[in-house]
């Protein structure tokens, strides 16, 4: 049973564009919420977080959206690069416990 | 100077082998992980260590067991492996449990194929 959902597996943008890239989850008690960003043949890599304390956190071209009621989670880019290509992974859990349930992920294409 | 290493990249055996994954980190994080990536691309996290005491074991097969003999180093060893447990697995570390960043960071994976 998956506690986090994203359920675009795959988005096509183009480049200078916006990317909006979209997680749910399911557990009312996560209190955090991380992106991931993985190119093939490594490991993910941590984009940017969020606390449930909060409803936005920007850095730079990304920016994350919380709605608790909601029990959403988004990962807005601006503008797109190609090098933004990548897989997209949204994780969330508990913070004290420091264990965090991820998404399937979502391929991101940026054509140029 | 690779802050979370895995050996090997890739791995093939056949079914019934005993294989062992090693993980090490130079970040100084007192928190290890173990997560596996399954065919439909979920990473489950399986195991967690903290300053070389196990605080997660998510229900994974008795077959697997982690090993850390310390803080930097969290080695997975596998037994009797089964067509199953082909997948990429993946070593992770981050700050003490709570503290600072929760970010983790994650080792280049294991692609364990058996066959």
């Known amino acids: 049973d998956q506690q986090v959902k994203q359920n675009s597996p795959s988005l096509s943008v183009q480049e200078g564009r916006i990317s909006i890239l979209n997680c749910d989850y399911t557990?009312?008690?996560?209190?955090?919420f991380l992106w991931y960003k993985k190119y093939p043949a490594e490991g993910p890599t941590f984009l940017i977080s969020i606390s449930s304390i909060k409803d936005k956190n920007e850095d730079g071209r990304f920016t994350v959206f919380l709605n608790k009621s909601a029990k959403h989670l988004s990962l807005h880019i601006v503008p797109s690069q190609p090098g933004d290509s990548a897989v997209y992974f949204c994780?969330?859990?508990?913070?004290?416990?420091?264990?965090?349930?991820f998404g399937s992920g979502t391929k991101l294409n940026v054509k140029p | 100077d690779t802050a979370v290493s895995q050996t090997p990249k890739y791995l093939v055996t056949q079914m019934g082998n005993d294989k062992s994954i090693k993980c090490e980190q130079n970040l100084g994080h007192d928190t290890m992980y173990w997560y596996k990536q399954d065919s439909k691309k979920f990473l489950k996290i399986m195991f967690s260590y903290n300053n070389k005491e196990l605080i997660i074991n998510e229900t994974v097969p008795n077959r697997f067991s982690p090993k850390s003999p310390d803080k930097a180093h969290l080695n997975l060893h596998i037994n009797s492996l089964e067509l199953g447990d082909s997948a990429v697995y993946f070593c992770?570390?981050?700050?003490?449990?709570?503290?600072?960043?929760?970010?983790?960071?994650f080792g280049q994976g294991t692609r364990l194929t058996v066959v």
């Open positions: 992770a570390s981050s700050s003490r449990q709570g503290v600072g960043n929760t970010e983790a960071f």
């Open positions: 994780a969330a859990g508990k913070r004290n416990f420091n264990k965090f349930y």
């Open positions: 557990n009312s008690m996560f209190d955090y």
